[in-house]
């Protein structure tokens, strides 16, 4: 009698497991996405392009392609310098903000070798009072920054309250009478127990009674997005919508002052 060999069904068990679980991770990081051209408008390929990160020695590369184009993604939500060098061309300088779970788009313009170049794009900290409509995506929501945390009023030291400043919220109380300190957000109307939350990539989702499973500090907390509908690929379980956090990191001035204590 022969036996019927398990791993095809374990193979496919296994690969189940491993899909329903990424698609459980947030992406709390942004991209960059832009196009190269001359004065003309006549897309430049082959253009190197290098993001400094503002205070890291993170730098990420790219270039662009035959249209002219380039992306950079997974890249830690703060100020970038960025740096567009092309053959033919003087090299072209700009300060970016990348935000958590956003695509930024540019555009930057060469001038030819013999004169210098500046391309001029708002580099400001992000901030959910002058935030615009991202038209590049479907996705409906704001982004929360650090420049909003440290000078927005904060009623109860929780984050979440300046969730409400998001299109599409408003606050509700929590079912949970142990988390009085932690505020639900209500997105469309719904009863914000079903909303999905990550903090770096990883569930903060309360799986018995719903909503934010604990609070966090503002003082730790870099920034925040809040989709309210049609959410990414990378958001899953959830019927409302997500809130997506990245923590603070390190810098070198950091790095430096801890050397001295």
Do not use: C, H
């Amino acid at each position: 009698m022969k036996t019927k060999s398990l791993q095809p069904a374990f193979a496919i068990t296994l690969f189940a497991i491993l899909f329903t679980a990424s698609l459980q991770a947030q992406n709390p990081r942004g991209s960059l996405r832009g196009t190269v051209q001359d004065a003309t408008g006549a897309r430049v390929s082959s253009a190197k392009v290098v993001a400094q990160l503002a205070g890291s020695s993170v730098q990420r590369e790219a270039a662009s392609e035959d249209r002219g184009e380039f992306r950079l993604d997974d890249l830690s939500p703060g100020n970038y310098r960025i740096t567009i060098s092309a053959a033919g061309f003087a090299p072209a300088q700009t300060d970016v903000w990348i935000a958590v779970a956003t695509v930024r788009d540019i555009t930057v313009t060469m001038k030819p070798a013999a004169a210098s170049a500046t391309v001029n794009v708002q580099g400001s900290a992000s901030s959910i009072t002058t935030e615009t409509i991202d038209t590049s995506s479907a996705v409906r929501g704001g982004v929360v920054g650090s420049q909003d945390l440290e000078t927005l009023p904060l009623p109860a030291r929780s984050f979440a309250n300046i969730a409400y400043l998001v299109a599409g919220t408003e606050p509700v109380e929590p079912s949970d009478p142990t988390k009085a300190r932690i505020t639900a957000v209500s997105t469309g109307g719904s009863s914000g127990l079903n909303n999905e939350l990550s903090v770096d990539g990883a569930e903060n989702s309360d799986d018995w009674i719903g909503g934010f499973l604990q609070n966090f500090s503002p003082d730790g907390i870099q920034e925040f997005a809040v989709r309210t509908s049609n959410e990414d690929a990378d958001t899953g379980w959830t019927t409302a919508g997500s809130v997506v956090i990245t923590t603070r990191r390190g810098t070198k001035r950091m790095a430096r002052e801890r050397r001295l204590l």
